[in-house]
């Protein structure tokens, strides 16, 4: 493997970082909004099931009493 000089490597950082395609902040906002809506919709599932679960498991204990 080649050994690169720091110079050879920032310039090689630079370039590799001006071919990233930015997203706008128009893109950036909408995705931020995307990530907390699913955020709570996945926190909702996750409330519901464990709900469910936590009553269905009161329900059979019931009967060992």
Partial sequence: MAKTSPAEFI???R???SKVSWPSRKETGQ???FVFLMVFIASMFFFTADWILA???RWI???GA
């Fill in 55 to 57: 009553s269905v498991m």
């Fill in 31 to 33: 995705m931020t909004g």
């Fill in 15 to 17: 370039y590799e970082v």
């Fill in 11 to 13: 310039r090689q950082v």
């Fill in 61 to 63: 204990l019931s009967f």
